[in-house]
């Protein structure tokens, strides 16, 4: 399985990639928890990036193409296959994972803007397991307190309504001509992600 999830942010392509890794036991591969680990470990990649993602800005190609090149390389991938969580994320992106891997499916989910940024900003994070909560759609039994190990809840520098907004207007500069790679292979499938979760997991079902 190689399967492409495509989507602004806040689309639930991380949440859409958990239900396919227990489905079908593909690896799950997403560059924000990738770049993420970076800037937390704060390596020299990782010191880069944050200043990009702090300003809601896409992180450049030279980034972004090492750390998945050395990720795709590995034993587990080439064994298992793999689904692609925020990448590709630019044209020149796409065209380089094509010269080495055939993708069965670019699946894009289409969510309107208000829908995303009410879904972001929403979003609190636990400081330790770094499991996600929703403040409306799913929240804590104990508001601010992680349910899995009791920490406390943050909400990311990039989750405020400002770098949101931002990150949605970079992601259809640069991510758009992305979808017109794949609807030109003939692999793009779009499908409504404006509903629940388990909809738009029985629509992808019926692609993969």
């Known amino acids: 399985m190689k399967i492409i999830l495509l989507g602004g942010p806040g689309a639930g392509k991380g949440t859409t990639a958990s239900q396919l ?50 990720r795709l390389g590995r034993e587990d991938c080439r064994k298992a296959g793999f689904i692609l969580d925020g ?21 894009y989910l289409k969510v309107a803007e208000k829908e995303i940024v009410k879904r972001i900003t929403g979003r609190r994070t636990c400081k330790k397991c770094n499991r996600i909560f929703h403040v409306d759609y799913h929240p804590p039994k104990k508001a601010g307190v992680c349910d899995t190990c009791g920490e406390a809840l943050f909400q990311r520098d990039d989750d405020t309504a400002d770098t949101v907004k931002n990150r949605v207007r970079v992601y259809n500069e640069e991510t758009l001509p ?29 692609i993969v």
């Open 21 to 70: 890794v227990e489905k079908h036991g593909a690896l799950h591969l997403s560059t924000g928890d990738m770049l993420r680990e970076a800037v937390k470990n704060g390596t020299k990649v990782g010191l880069e990036a944050k200043a990009y993602k702090d300003r809601g800005d896409l992180v450049p190609d030279s980034v972004i193409m090492g750390i998945m090149e050395e």
């Open 87 to 107: 990448f590709p994320r630019t044209l020149y992106q796409a065209e380089e994972l094509g010269k080495k891997y055939d993708v069965v499916a670019a699946i």
């Open 178 to 206: 992305v979808l017109d790679f794949y609807r030109n292979q003939g692999v793009l499938r779009e499908i409504n992600a404006n509903v629940a979760p388990d909809i738009i997991f029985e629509e992808i079902l019926h």
